[in-house]
């Protein structure tokens, strides 16, 4: 998944409507392994940028980086989201990252190693 020109502010529900983001995605990409994930459990990757992007729903993420992202709402720093797509299976957690300067946002999954 990749979008050159990048999401911008405005992400689009399932519903057709289009939500204004808190903050800039950038060039959306995915590993694999996270498109298979989204694909198998069949989740719309949308829903889960208009969440991630919204400011305030960042799913499953421990209280300091949820207090991190907040903090990077105001100064810049990375937003880090964590979703379960099964909430009793640790091996379908989703991470997703915005930079800290808001060119790239990416998915990956749970204990994926990258280069990127």
Not at 69 to 90: C, F, K, M, Q
Request: glycine share 8%; hydrophobic share 40%.
């Amino acid at each position: 998944m990749t979008n050159s020109k990048g999401v911008g502010d405005h992400v689009p529900s399932s519903d057709g409507a289009v939500k204004q983001a808190a903050f800039s995605l950038g060039q959306v990409v995915a590993t694999p392994g996270a498109l298979q994930l989204l694909e198998l459990h069949g989740v719309d990757v949308f829903d889960l940028l208009r969440r991630h992007s919204s400011g305030s729903d960042w799913g499953d993420v421990c209280p300091a980086d949820r207090k991190a992202n907040e903090d990077a709402l105001l100064y810049g720093d990375r937003v880090l989201s964590v979703y379960a797509l099964v909430h009793s299976d640790p091996a379908t957690k989703l991470f997703c990252i915005t930079e800290w300067n808001r060119s790239v946002t990416r998915w990956r999954v749970s204990g994926a190693m990258s280069l990127w």
